[in-house]
């Protein structure tokens, strides 16, 4: 309980930064790691929830790019002539919902490609332009140089249709839980490390008293990022895609970072002190 009052007083409490500069490193990065799990954990348990959704899914994504496809014995049967190449917006909407991020719109041209028949001559040029390869029994994801066979990715038999899909996504939600708790971690590492670099060093750089110590700045910063994070769990949450939300973030951020310097350093009471003379 402790940890989510800290979380609520560190965005609507101004007087709470008195508490932070007095804290040690070792508490500063705990919040922070808390902070951090939390917001991966709700990330991953909703982009699992839409990811597997019947409708917002990748379902009938899925059942519409693959739907004369089939996989039987381990191989890829198509009633196509191959080599061809998917649907570049079909490819990058499914590749949007694995990610959970609008950050694909439209892939290449020829980005995914069948080719069943290990093509030559004229047709060799949609292979050698294709970035993934769905070949007779296996898949190849050329930029990782990784080839995975289709058994183990969705057995030795399967069907492209809606409930095949469907119940295979179900049958693998936590498995999806845990790649996007992983991914959400990391990407939002990386988010709040920066954006507390930028914001500590525009603390230090606009500060009227020169006398502090980095460090003085570090703590206060650490604690007035939370709407970074909780925003992006909110975002999430919400299944919605808004890569500008970031910058709203930010910029409470930035506003809560400054007005707890300000009441961090001078000296008018606080609720809690006024309290504390009564």
Not at 56 to 84: A, H, W
């Amino acid at each position: 309980m402790k940890f989510f009052s800290s979380v609520h007083r560190s965005m609507f409490d101004p007087f709470f930064y008195r508490e932070v500069i007095k804290l040690s490193g070792i508490a500063v990065v705990m919040f922070l790691l808390k902070l951090l799990l939390l917001t991966a954990l709700v990330s991953g348990i909703f982009k699992t929830y839409y990811l597997i959704h019947a409708q917002r899914g990748i379902t009938p994504v899925v059942s519409t790019m693959f739907g004369e496809m089939e996989i039987r014995n381990g191989e890829l049967i198509t009633k196509r002539e191959t080599p061809f190449a998917l649907s570049e917006d079909l490819t990058g909407t499914l590749l949007d919902r694995l990610a959970g991020f609008t950050v694909f719109r439209r892939v290449p041209e020829n980005f995914l490609v069948v080719d069943t028949k290990n093509s030559q001559g004229g047709d060799e040029k949609i292979v050698k332009a294709s970035k993934v390869l769905l070949k007779e029994s296996s898949v190849l994801f050329k930029d990782m140089r990784m080839e995975v066979p289709y058994e183990l990715l969705v057995g030795k038999n399967f069907d492209f249709t809606v409930s095949e899909v469907q119940s295979f996504l179900q049958r693998n939600a936590l498995s999806f839980v845990i790649n996007f708790f992983v991914l959400s971690f990391f990407f939002t590492l990386s988010t709040v490390l920066l954006s507390a670099f930028f914001l500590s060093l525009a603390a230090y750089l606009f500060s009227i008293d020169k006398t502090k110590r980095y460090g003085y700045f570090i703590r206060i910063t650490c604690f007035s990022i939370t709407p970074v994070m909780i925003g992006s769990a909110l975002v999430a949450a919400s299944g919605v895609s808004a890569e500008w939300a970031w910058y709203i973030f930010i910029v409470l951020s930035t506003m809560i970072m400054f007005r707890g310097m300000m009441h961090a350093s001078n000296n008018m009471p606080s609720v809690s002190d006024e309290k504390n003379s009564e």
